[in-house]
Nanobody, 128 residues
Framework: VQLQASGGGLVQPGDSLRLSCAASGSTMSTYAVGWFRQTPGKAREFVGAVSKSDISTWHPPPVKGRFSISRDDAKNTVYLQMSSLKPEDTAVYFC??????????????????????WGQGTLVTVSS
């Protein structure tokens, strides 16, 4: 599967932004998907994941309540809705995917190494 992230840009603190991740080459309905972000000199940081069946989502404390991941398998697209953005949210955001094949458990994946497929990243800058 190939992943193409889009929707990044320059926004002010407190603004909202929605990132999109379009999948091609395979149907996304067999994949668990997620988002990571990275700033220069820092390790990649997990910001959200959704299970293959869309039953479960999870966000870590730094973004919980402000970020929301969702998926539309009919459009082969995953979204990251971000609100109340802060300067510390500035980063390159990557969408990721991993195929879930039974008998694997259909759950959210939060570890970077669990995702073999990565998009190219989209830059989000939060600044006044």
């Amino acid at each position: 599967v190939q992943l193409q992230a889009s929707g990044g840009g320059l926004v002010q603190p407190g603004d909202s932004l929605r990132l999109s991740c379009a999948a091609s080459g395979s149907t996304m309905s067999t994949y668990a998907v997620g988002w990571f972000r990275q700033t220069p000199g820092k390790a990649r940081e997990f910001v959200g994941a959704v299970s293959k069946s869309d039953i479960s989502t999870w966000h870590p404390p730094p973004v919980k309540g402000r970020f929301s991941i969702s998926r539309d398998d009919a459009k082969n697209t995953v979204y990251l809705q971000m609100s109340s953005l802060k300067p510390e949210d500035t980063a390159v955001y990557f969408c990721v995917a991993t195929e879930v094949i039974p008998p694997e458990v259909d759950t959210v994946m939060i570890i970077e190494s669990e995702y073999p497929y990565w998009g190219q990243g989209t830059l989000v800058t939060v600044s006044s």
